[in-house]
């Protein structure tokens, strides 16, 4: 049932170099640096590039492997069998100054392998991923293939590789017969077979149930199951990654300042090799009634728990840009001045806090800001929830008038 042949190690070490590496003669043994691949020992230069290059091609070879029951690891398994492919220097330094990559092959995987990817003739992190998804395969016992978007070719044009469910012809560039006795090559059934069905984990949502209403601050708890380990877990709300927690349990609780209304929550859950499974259900959020449904120094105002006046980004706090109120709306009484943070008061506009009052903005948005205004000041509200820049404009705004920002704005 998806198991693979393998009864070896399941572990692919991306080796950097740091502070390079010395490779010695003789039997592959990656636990010892030693590789058939060089005459005498050799120096490799470390990885060239930067961390993020290094993270954006090591998740780029977890995501080619993914299918498979394999961990693509960075970290040294140190006396721990593994396969190993080391990404790092240059082909001269190994006594390959023609190739971009070299590895060993044998028809069959050969246990504790090492490949070499020569990672200072790379730039693109892309085309390292698939080099280096390439020499590794090799000592699985995959062939070069005449397939463009597969790892295993040599053919261009086909930048986003994974291993393909084809049969296809071996080959450089132009079809020969495979190396290893047949006529053509899958690599994804080869893999498949040799490694086993790569399985995410199975995610059950336990609390809360699907549809359900619920209060502010909800809790979420949630158990995957995986064939051989479960890591991390991230609570999702409306495609919003909101908190990771590291270990089992996977309890969360969901931010007091979720609005009220309808919610996709999602948890997902990781296995060891860094590739999750998710479940996910449609909630709908009860409105907050008073301020004891929400956190410290927030209140409740027309069913959303906000940051209360006297805090930095809470309402009554000067601002200059959407950002800078914790409700993410900025009243501003001109387009680059500064403003004061509202919230809003659209379903009751009794609901501003004391020193507060509810104002009609353009296109009917309603919002609390201060009363005490002054003159020129809150006539008009302006935010950018985030999404672009675009200003609101209270229509209790009108030029020459002596007074604004007036109840709902619609006097004389
Ligand atoms: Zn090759």
């Given at each position: 049932m998806g198991a693979g042949t393998n009864t070896g190690s399941r572990l692919l070490f991306l080796n950097r170099c740091e502070?390079?590496?010395?490779?010695?003669?003789?039997?592959?043994?990656?636990?010892?640096?030693?590789?058939?691949?060089?005459?005498?020992?050799?120096?490799?230069?470390?990885?060239?590039?930067?961390?993020?290059?290094?993270?954006?091609?090591?998740?780029?070879?977890?995501?080619?492997?993914?299918?498979?029951?394999?961990?693509v690891t960075d970290t040294d398994p140190g006396d721990e069998p593994h396969y190993e492919a080391i990404v790092a220097g240059s082909g001269s330094e190994l006594g390959f100054p023609m190739a971009g990559g070299v590895a060993p092959f044998a028809c069959g995987p050969i246990e504790n392998a090492i490949s070499f990817t020569f990672a200072l003739l790379y730039d693109d992190m892309r085309a390292l991923c698939n080099v280096v998804g390439q020499e590794s395969a090799h000592a699985f016992g995959l062939d070069h293939e005449m397939q463009c978007n597969d790892p295993l070719t040599y053919l261009g044009g086909c930048p986003n590789r994974k291993f393909q469910d084809v049969d296809a012809p071996c080959g450089e560039f132009a079809a020969r017969?495979?190396?290893?006795?047949?006529?053509?090559?899958?690599?994804?059934?080869?893999?498949?077979?040799?490694?086993?069905?790569?399985?995410?984990p199975q995610v059950t949502i336990q609390t809360p149930e699907d549809?359900?209403?619920?209060?502010?601050?909800?809790?979420?708890?949630?158990?995957?199951?995986?064939?051989?380990?479960?890591?991390r877990s991230e609570?999702?709300?409306?495609?919003?990654?909101?908190?990771?927690?590291?270990?089992?349990?996977?309890?969360?609780?969901?931010?007091?300042?979720?609005?009220?209304?309808?919610?996709?929550?999602?948890?997902?859950?990781?296995?060891?090799?860094?590739?999750?499974?998710?479940?996910?259900?449609?909630?709908?959020?009860?409105?907050?009634?008073?301020?004891?449904?929400?956190?410290?120094?927030?209140?409740?105002?027309?069913?959303?728990?906000?940051?209360?006046?006297?805090?930095?980004?809470?309402?009554?706090?000067?601002?200059?840009?959407?950002?800078?109120?914790?409700?993410?709306?900025?009243?501003?009484?001109?387009?680059?001045?500064?403003?004061?943070?509202?919230?809003?008061c659209e379903n009751s506009p009794d609901s501003c806090p004391s020193a507060f009052h509810c104002v009609t903005a353009q296109g009917g948005r309603r919002r609390c800001i201060p009363e005490n205004g002054g003159s020129g000041g809150f006539c008009q509200a302006g935010g950018h929830g985030g999404r672009g820049a675009?200003?609101?404009?209270?229509?209790?705004?009108?030029?020459?008038?002596r007074r604004c920002g007036k109840g709902d704005g619609d006097g004389e």
């Amino acid at each position: 049932m998806g198991a693979g042949t393998n009864t070896g190690s399941r572990l692919l070490f991306l080796n950097r170099c740091e502070g390079g590496c010395t490779i010695s003669p003789g039997f592959e043994d990656s636990r010892s640096n030693h590789s058939s691949i060089v005459g005498s020992p050799r120096e490799l230069s470390e990885w060239p590039h930067t961390d993020n290059q290094w993270d954006s091609m090591k998740r780029c070879d977890e995501e080619l492997y993914a299918p498979f029951e394999i961990r693509v690891t960075d970290t040294d398994p140190g006396d721990e069998p593994h396969y190993e492919a080391i990404v790092a220097g240059s082909g001269s330094e190994l006594g390959f100054p023609m190739a971009g990559g070299v590895a060993p092959f044998a028809c069959g995987p050969i246990e504790n392998a090492i490949s070499f990817t020569f990672a200072l003739l790379y730039d693109d992190m892309r085309a390292l991923c698939n080099v280096v998804g390439q020499e590794s395969a090799h000592a699985f016992g995959l062939d070069h293939e005449m397939q463009c978007n597969d790892p295993l070719t040599y053919l261009g044009g086909c930048p986003n590789r994974k291993f393909q469910d084809v049969d296809a012809p071996c080959g450089e560039f132009a079809a020969r017969d495979c190396d290893c006795g047949v006529e053509t090559q899958n690599s994804y059934q080869y893999l498949l077979e040799f490694l086993g069905e790569g399985l995410v984990p199975q995610v059950t949502i336990q609390t809360p149930e699907d549809r359900a209403l619920l209060p502010v601050g909800f809790p979420v708890h949630a158990e995957g199951i995986d064939d051989i380990a479960v890591t991390r877990s991230e609570l999702w709300i409306d495609d919003r990654r909101i908190e990771t927690l590291e270990q089992e349990p996977f309890a969360f609780t969901a931010p007091r300042t979720l609005a009220p209304g309808a919610h996709t929550v999602e948890v997902r859950i990781f296995d060891d090799r860094n590739q999750y499974g998710s479940t996910a259900i449609e909630i709908e959020q009860a409105a907050c009634e008073s301020r004891s449904d929400c956190d410290f120094a927030h209140i409740c105002v027309d069913g959303l728990c906000v940051l209360g006046p006297g805090n930095a980004a809470g309402i009554g706090a000067t601002c200059s840009n959407s950002d800078s109120c914790q409700t993410k709306l900025c009243a501003v009484d001109a387009p680059g001045h500064d403003g004061v943070c509202a919230a809003t008061c659209e379903n009751s506009p009794d609901s501003c806090p004391s020193a507060f009052h509810c104002v009609t903005a353009q296109g009917g948005r309603r919002r609390c800001i201060p009363e005490n205004g002054g003159s020129g000041g809150f006539c008009q509200a302006g935010g950018h929830g985030g999404r672009g820049a675009f200003w609101l404009f209270l229509v209790a705004l009108f030029i020459g008038r002596r007074r604004c920002g007036k109840g709902d704005g619609d006097g004389e």
